[in-house]
């Protein structure tokens, strides 16, 4: 089976429900640049499509078994449940095609996969704006699981230039004039990008940083299954592509997110998965960012641009969103200058609240790092975000190390030329003079925030939260008041009202357009 011709014929025998085991009552079909997908009754059969093209080679049936197999070498481990084995394809005598053992020859290889709910892809979830922050966190650990699985390649070098290069010389070869000035915007961001990312991008490399990762991890790549986030489909015809930095793999679904107006959860997804894994490598890395996004919308606008050479129907639709993406792709190559803004307040007066509505709008995309001082207290703890501290890790010990964590995340994150939110009580001055510090060091703009709020209004802000990484209590609250700063070096901001008219003052402080869309 080396055509493409030549494999029709036994993916429309595919088709027929008569074909399968219990000749189920209809057989579905997915097409993509790559593969067919075939769903009958709880069974699914992924067959590779004998194409070649830039970047894969799937023409012959002994390349399609080779793929097939490794698939399932890759995949299976993180999700089980999904992944059964691979199945022989065979023509009879007669000329009829079954799937499984037996007599005949052997004219096809499929993935034999578990048929999940479509509605289940992450895609889907986030389209119908389903994907809720529960949702988005879960996603995050399960990807910093992932790449933690991952083994090291000790010999692996970066090739983000070199796939640069072969990415824009497979956009280079549309016509449509559109598509062909989008390109070269994006071109000379990307060189510009890949030129300032380039020490920091060698220095991961030689810091374990490269791994054998997912490669292609996108929302239409993962699936809810059984109430998680399950990563399939991972890159398999290509060893290269897939060996590469643990923040490329996780960009994709970055830029997925945002490209579908998801900008909020894109936000939320990096900052959970920078707190988990806690390495101060990964903040450095931030400066490589740019880079990663802006290729993989390049990536996307080249595969979606596959499509149009296999077929003509809506090629004018495949068009406007190549331009889309690219334009995404441009939006991520040229960010925004990095800031520091600080938020204040005591307990209930509304500081993460805020901070999660201002974090995605500052500096690059995704938006700035959102750091709290409740969850850095925990990591230091190494406790999970809503278990409780003894009284005792609110020490002034305790706390002057909380604080001296955040401003160095902080100080690093700047450096990358990342933006920074960094939300805490900051009751004494020394502590916001030393965020203060940590911009000026920088050279970045610095904004700091005091947040005012009616007693009641905190305390029962503080009494209702449920799943929060706060321990304070309304106790708490009345000791605070009780001891309450002035604060004359930062702006006080109204935090009366709803959390939407807060961010609104708050925008107008700093100069921000926000958008609070989930």
Known sequence: ??????????????????????????????????????????????????????????????????????????????????????????????????????????????????RFDQDALLSNVCDRGALTPAMTKALA?????????????????????????????????????????????????????????????????????????????????????????????????DEKLATIDTLYDLAFVLMDLDRRDRRASANLLLNRYLWRSGDAGDLHGLAALPTFLGLRACVRAMVALDRITRSAAGRADTIAHVIETLRHAATYLRPQPPRLVAIGGLSGTGKTVLALRLAPWLGAVPGALHLRTDLERKWLAGIDEVERLPDSAYSDRSSRATYDRVTARAAATLAAGHSVVVDGVFSAQSERLAIADIARHARVSFQGLWLDAAPDAMKARVSQRKGDASDATTDVVERQLAHAPRVTDWTHVNANGSADLVAGRARSVLGVSLDVRA
Request: net charge neutral; charged share 20%; with cysteine.
């Open 1 to 114: 089976m080396a055509s493409d011709t030549d494999q029709k014929s036994v993916i429309a025998a595919l088709q027929s429900p008569g074909t399968w085991p219990g000749s189920p009552d209809h057989v579905a079909v997915i097409e993509t640049h790559a593969a067919f997908i075939l769903m009958a009754g709880n069974s699914v059969l992924k067959v590779k499509r004998a194409v070649r093209l830039p970047y894969l080679d799937f023409s012959t049936l002994e390349a399609r078994h080779r793929v097939c197999r490794r698939e399932l070498q890759l995949n299976a481990p993180h999700a089980p449940g999904l992944y059964r084995d691979i199945v022989a394809i065979r023509r009879r005598a007669d000329g009829t095609v079954v799937i499984g053992g037996g007599a005949g020859e052997i004219v096809e290889w499929a993935v034999h996969m578990v």
């Open 141 to 237: 650990d399960m990807i910093l699981a992932y790449h933690r699985s991952a083994p090291p390649q000790a010999s692996a070098i970066d090739r983000t230039a070199e796939v640069s290069r072969s990415v824009l010389q497979a956009l280079q070869l549309c016509v449509d004039p559109p598509v062909r000035t989008a390109i070269e915007n994006v071109a000379s961001g990307l060189e510009l990008q890949l030129l300032n990312s380039a020490a920091i991008r060698a220095e991961r490399a030689e810091s374990s940083c490269i791994r054998r990762c997912h490669g292609d991890l996108h929302l239409a790549n993962i699936v809810l299954w059984q109430g998680a986030p399950v990563p399939f489909d991972a890159l398999e015809f």
